[in-house]
């Protein structure tokens, strides 16, 4: 409420000449909201009753097989079904059961989109989209362009592996994926298709793997969740940064508690906007949660880098930054990296670098269409390009044009598809992981040049080198002061995203898929 109220004074300034930080902080107020509530009281609690009404739907949202209340399942269940299942029949009946979920939730959706856009306008936005366009320190028009334009840049590579993938799995459901086309959704993996990496036992190339299994070792050397945490700090400390405030660990939640359900979903919070850094989360002893620790710590020095900013500059250059900075330092976890914390005694060779790029990309160039296309949708839903009646028939639309998959059981206007993915009933902008699966890649590139790597850049690490440290917390320190252009100068040297040092990481696999893919169909 008082959000919406500070949004509205800002307004009465817009076109008065005031100081460039105060100009800035003006806008900032008026783009902070994700969902702005109009000043009449009755639609104002409207959207607060819709907004509330919808994410508690996809929160308590259960698939129960054949109405059997004893045989209930949650999204968590159904996951690690997508994960590990290599039954179709089993996989499309649970994809079927959760989308089955989000029906209810269309009507509501539309009510919605209707009242935040009405709100928009009193801010002086053509509609909700364009506000969250807004927020990217460019006109919302060319935001939109320079998107596609990014994606262009990294879609050749992402064609590649949507044509491995399909041939590997055609080998192993038959005609149940088709020669060409779009790949069935529900053999990818995950229950949106999102990250492929649940199949990489059905496409993994042949000849040596990784050379080492970190979850093996972790367990061997009898690591708890606090050791892991002082893993990701060491990898801070030794850039430069000061360790993490004693209330860090005495605060923090690093394991599940015996006494209460806590959502175990991993986070890193900044309580009180100064040093109460604090990270929630259920840590595991494997491989997978020495990465997200290494990316939730990418949080909370962010959070302190800022925090002698004023207020409202405490924040990341954009939302994509915020995401992509964990991340970064999540790429700098490589075999020789190990070798440094003793984890493995010597670097395995290169044999075995295609079985790990393969493995990464199923994860983060997977990722990259369906990072684009649920604010593609929203967008033109928002804009009223897309109408209510069209919902899912869009939808489709976009995830055959971007991700190429296609649904094998059959969807009409019933069906909300959309709201099976949490970020759409809980109102959450989705480009920002779009945006950190390009800036990562970025700033890796620019921090391992620092760090005088000349290894392949998938092999560099920057951990122990200052210099890389320095040019990181020079742009971290400058938080949302700033558009986002002037903190990429400050870390990569350039104004203006790339996807090309994706591509660079990537491009020992991308000739291998080529070379894999000969003969083959592409594209959909």
Known sequence: ???????????????????????????????????????????????????????SA??????????????????????????????????????????????????????????????????????????WRSKYDMDPDAFAKELDRLWEQVK??????????????????????????????????????????????????????????????????????TQMTKYGEGFFTSLGFAPLPKTFWERSLFTRPRDRDVVCHASAWDVDNADDLRIKMCIDITADDFNVIHHELGHNFYQRAYNQQPYLFRDSANDGFHEAIGDTIALSITPEYLVKLGLISKAPGTDGDIALLLQRALDKVAFLPFGLLIDQWRWRVLSGEIKPGQYNKAWWALRLKYQGVASDAPRGEQDFDPGAKYHVPANVPYTRYFLAHVLQFQLHKSLSDAAGCKDPLHRCSIYGNKAAGEKLQSMLEMGLSRPWMDALEKGVGTRQMDGQALRDYFAPLEKWLIEQNQGKPTGW
Not at 23 to 33: D, E, F
Not at 85 to 90: D, E, I, L, T, V
Not at 114 to 129: C, I, M, P, Q, V
Not at 156 to 166: D, E, G, K, N
Request: proline content about 8%; some cysteine; hydrophobic content about 35%.
């Open 58 to 131: 996809y929160g308590r949202a259960k698939y129960c097989p054949g109405g059997d209340p004893t045989k209930c399942m949650t999204i968590d269940d159904i996951t690690r079904i997508m994960n590990t299942s290599r039954a179709p029949k089993q996989l499309l009946d649970v994809w079927k059961g959760w989308h089955a979920t989000s029906r209810p939730m269309r009507d509501d959706y539309a009510k919605l989109v209707e009242l935040s856009n009405k709100g928009a306008r009193e801010l002086g936005f053509a509609d909700t989209g364009a506000l």
């Open 156 to 225: 050749p590579l992402y064609v590649q592996l949507h044509a491995y993938v399909r041939w590997k799995l055609r080998e192993k459901y038959g005609d149940a994926v088709p020669a060409t086309g779009p790949i069935p959704a529900h053999l990818l993996g995950n229950m949106w298709a999102q990250q492929w990496d649940g199949v990489y036992p059905l496409v993994e190339p042949k000849g040596p793997g990784p050379g080492y299994d970190l979850t093996a070792i972790l367990k061997q050397r009898h690591t708890d969740a």
């Open 1 to 55: 409420e008082a959000a919406v109220r500070y949004a509205k004074e800002a307004t009465k300034y817009d076109g008065v000449a005031v100081p460039e930080d105060v100009a800035r902080k003006l806008k900032l107020m008026k783009v902070s909201m994700t969902l702005p509530a109009p000043a009449n009281e009755k639609d104002s609690e409207e959207v607060t009753r819709l907004a509330v009404s919808l994410e």
